[in-house]
């Protein structure tokens, strides 16, 4: 049986398909119209709002603006942002990590330069003898200590790990561990780990001597230094730009930038493999770099195609030219010269450019929805065949301006 809509043969699947799409286009829609109007109320510059991706299941909101603006769509929208080439940085102040140290009466010498060892290497931390004054509840001080840790060490002894008293530390130690996410740490002293209790069974439980030579990695691990060794240089990639992307995104980008002819969707095309023999890269790393680009490209059937707007992210690396000034120019030729053309091979001439540099940046003004791009078959080599100003391409060039 074949089924028809509106006279015409269709796939179930492609159906739900389209459905999906239209949907994502009406939340797009909706999600741009309540961002769009955010406004910088000093300098009156918009908001800018670009929707990746094509599906409710993979759909992102980016947003692009000057900082008073992007903090007013935090508060009224609670919408996440972000910052094209920059990084919004928070001064705070450095807090000290915090542990709350249990032993046994009978290890007290032990637990004393412990806790000495940890004060001198920046850990503040809570030890009996330090805390609790004459006159004060034992109870109430040992449960603000608790209470206030980032780290419960119980140091576990032959002798302590029966102690009652140390029994009931470890428990609310748990209590942190679950209900505030602080780090539990069964310190052994002379006690094998199979002597362990059955919740700690299962986590890494350091071992201490006497002398404490190892007690600097426990404060290493505190500190949270890593363990790992420094992260070398990868084999032929050192000579890329350094950006917020991976060295192997930006390799797999160079090869992709270079290979372009015109800048427009599918003019390059390639695979896994081939990509691993141009860029030098494992097959894994060539997965993961892919993965990382996947909003700039369409990965399907083991082809990967690239999108228009991957030129206008990249092509700053690597060509003579920044598509984000160049989609400022047009966009502000545009809105300020009422007789300035909207036939992309007009443009391309009065600016003496090629298609190559024309396509990323009507890509850029279009993918942040600041200009009507009109698109048909057969437009090769630009993108559109037509591409003109709306309010929001006047609302662009003020914000940028």
């Not at 009931?168 to 209790?197: N, W, Y």
Request: hydrophobic share 40%.
């Amino acid at each position: 049986m074949v089924m028809k809509f509106n006279g015409k043969p269709f796939k179930a699947g492609d159906f739900q398909k389209a459905l999906h799409k239209a949907t994502a286009k009406l939340v797009g829609d909706h999600l741009r119209e309540r961002v769009s109007s955010v406004r910088d109320p000093e300098t009156g510059g918009f908001a800018t709002v670009i929707v990746d991706g094509e599906g409710l299941d993979d759909m992102s909101l980016r947003i692009e603006g000057t900082p008073a603006v992007l903090d007013q769509v935090r508060q009224d929208l609670g919408v996440e942002t972000d910052v094209e080439d920059r990084e919004l940085e928070q001064a705070s102040a450095e807090v000290p990590p915090k542990v709350f140290l249990s032993f046994g009466w009978e290890d007290r010498d032990l637990a004393g330069r412990i806790a000495d060892a940890l004060q001198r290497h920046g850990i503040s931390t809570w030890w009996s003898e330090w805390e609790i004054k004459a006159g004060e509840s034992l109870r109430r001080k040992i449960d603000q200590g608790i209470g206030g840790c980032t780290h419960f060490i119980a140091l576990l002894t032959p002798t302590s790990i029966n102690r009652p008293w140390v029994q009931e530390e470890m428990d609310a130690g748990f209590v942190q561990k679950v209900g505030r996410g602080a780090t539990f740490i069964g310190l052994r002293h002379g006690l094998e780990a199979s002597r362990l209790p059955p919740l700690l069974a299962g986590s890494l439980s350091p071992e201490i001597d006497q002398d404490l030579t190892q007690i600097q990695q426990l404060i290493n691990d505190i500190h949270g230094v890593s363990r790992k060794p420094e992260l070398g240089p990868a084999p032929s990639l050192n000579s890329l730009p350094k950006t917020r992307y991976t060295a192997a995104a930006m390799a797999i980008a160079e090869h992709f930038v270079n290979q372009s002819r015109n800048g427009e969707f599918g003019d390059v095309t390639s695979d896994e493999e081939r990509i691993a023999e141009r860029t030098s890269l494992s097959r894994e790393d060539v997965i993961d770099a892919l993965h990382e680009l996947r909003r700039w490209l369409k990965i399907g059937y083991g082809s990967v195609l690239v999108r228009e707007t991957f030129y206008a992210e990249f092509d700053r690396y690597w060509k003579p030219w920044i598509p984000a000034d160049d989609a400022l120019r047009l966009a502000a030729d545009l809105v300020n010269d009422a007789d300035f053309p909207s036939a992309p091979e007009q443009i391309a001439q009065r600016y003496g450019w090629e298609p190559r540099r024309l396509n990323p940046a009507m890509a850029y003004l279009e993918e942040r929805d600041t200009v009507k791009l009109s698109k048909a078959l057969a437009t090769n080599p630009y993108i559109g065949f037509e591409i003109r100003r709306t309010d929001a391409t006047r609302r662009f060039v003020r914000s940028r301006a």
